[in-house]
């Protein structure tokens, strides 16, 4: 199956800070999903980015589909970013099978 | 106005005992799935139904067994509980294919 590897795996950063979160997957992709889970573990639709750039206030993504990644940027980080980042893909030939990253752990500390 | 919604939220229980994971999604897709987060938060699909047929069944133990009723209905039901099935349990909803998933708050399943 497809393989999706996330990087880094923990991110510590100062509230105020800017952070850069990448997605590498091993196949073509019909979907590319970001989720946050939170502290309290819901899992929150960031973004649905098969292919280019959307932005969605202080987050932004942008998929290359032909180079196989994605990314997500956060700027101007809060104490409320904390929790993991996930992203997610769709194989083209898996029907609609999610395969989720490890996740990025990320910390903001006030 | 929850789109996917999850009862209960909390599940403990002991071990050897069955259990059901009931979800509704309100948003008009044809599609659900059931997902496990294990210990290492490592999401990965169990089932999914399209049009209440069994599409994908995941190497799942056969004591887990999904009903789907309808297709706003996708239930979970566990017999023989283990120790390792603790763990939290997600329901999805889509449309067919490679539509975002969208996700319920989870259900966490703990084996005493």
């Known amino acids: 199956g497809i393989q999706v590897e996330q990087s880094p795996p923990d991110l510590i950063l100062q509230e105020g800070a800017n952070s850069t979160l990448r997605c590498n997957f091993s196949?073509?992709?019909?979907?590319l999903q970001w989720f946050h889970q939170n502290p309290w573990g819901q899992l929150i639709n960031l973004f649905y980015?098969?292919?280019g750039t959307k932005q969605n206030g202080r987050l932004s993504a942008t998929t290359v589909a032909t180079e196989r990644y994605s990314l997500l940027y956060i700027s101007s980080s809060q104490t409320t970013d904390s929790g993991v980042y996930f992203c997610?893909?769709?194989?083209?030939?898996?029907?609609?099978?999610?395969?989720f990253g490890e996740g990025t752990q990320l910390t903001v500390n006030p | 106005d929850t789109a996917v919604s999850q009862t209960p939220k909390y599940l403990v229980t002991q071990m050897g005992n069955d259990k059901s994971i009931k979800c509704e999604q309100n948003?008009?897709?044809?599609?659900m799935y059931w997902y496990k987060q294990d210990s290492k938060k490592f999401l990965k699909i169990m089932f999914s139904?399209?049009?209440?047929?069994?599409?994908i069944n995941e190497t799942v133990p056969n004591r887990f067994s999904p009903k789907s009723p309808d297709k706003a209905h996708l239930n979970l039901h566990i017999n023989s509980l283990e120790l390792g099935d603790s763990a939290v349990y997600f329901c999805?909803?889509?449309?067919?294919?490679?539509?975002?998933?969208?996700f319920g708050d989870g259900t966490r399943l703990s084996i005493l």
């Open positions: 196949d073509s992709v019909n979907n």
């Open positions: 980015i098969p292919s």
């Open positions: 139904y399209n049009n209440k047929e069994l599409i």
């Open positions: 997610a893909s769709i194989r083209e030939t898996s029907g609609s099978r999610l395969t």
């Open positions: 999805a909803s889509s449309h067919w294919g490679d539509q975002p998933q969208h």
């Open positions: 948003l008009g897709h044809d599609t």
